[in-house]
């Protein structure tokens, strides 16, 4: 998994002016609060994520890291991926664990942070069109998603799903 050198770890540090434990402690704390109230900050931990995730020398992430990465940052107190009729997340491991067996490449990985928060504004997937330029694991996880909810199509017939 994810390595840093010990000059990254101490400059990293030196950047925040986190020089004792104690001042270490409440930078982390302030991390916390803004990956719940900051989306900029959440997008970068989120991108910055999949390097940390993956095996040393290895392009992609295995799927049960990443699902357990998954359940990290999508579930409170930072990202709640669940809207009022759908349990997102639930639903996204559910169908990964039964119908996905291949790691999670880098463009899996982010294009799945901008459909988390898409789902998040619109959780009727209005937005949604099998035309996009979506990784094939998340057009067949749409599928996947209107079948759970027994739609025919999204929002009237706009969404068509094979």
């Known amino acids: 998994?994810?390595?840093?050198?010990?000059?990254?770890?101490?400059?990293?540090?030196?950047?925040?002016?986190?020089?004792?434990?104690?001042?270490?402690?409440?930078?982390?704390?302030?991390?916390?609060?803004?990956?719940?109230?900051?989306?900029?900050?959440?997008?970068?931990?989120?991108?910055?994520?999949?390097?940390?995730?993956?095996?040393?020398?290895?392009?992609?992430?295995?799927?049960?890291?990443?699902?357990?990465?998954?359940?990290?940052?999508?579930?409170?107190?930072?990202?709640?991926?669940?809207?009022?009729?759908?349990?997102?997340?639930?639903?996204?491991?559910?169908?990964l664990e039964a119908r996905w067996k291949k790691s999670v490449n880098k463009d899996m990985w982010d294009q799945t942070g901008i459909f988390v928060a898409k789902s998040l504004q619109d959780e009727s997937l209005s937005w949604w069109s099998e035309d996009g330029a979506w990784p094939g694991v998340l057009d067949e996880f749409v599928g996947f998603v209107v079948e759970k909810r027994g739609e025919k199509g999204g929002e009237g017939e706009k969404m068509e799903v094979e």
């Open 1 to 95: 998994m994810g390595e840093f050198s010990r000059e990254g770890f101490i400059q990293g540090w030196k950047t925040y002016s986190a020089d004792t434990l104690a001042k270490q402690q409440a930078t982390i704390s302030q991390f916390r609060r803004q990956l719940s109230t900051s989306p900029d900050f959440f997008k970068r931990v989120y991108k910055h994520t999949f390097l940390i995730a993956r095996t040393s020398g290895q392009k992609s992430v295995q799927l049960d890291t990443a699902i357990e990465y998954w359940r990290l940052l999508f579930t409170s107190p930072n990202i709640s991926w669940s809207t009022q009729s759908t349990p997102w997340l639930e639903w996204w491991i559910e169908y």
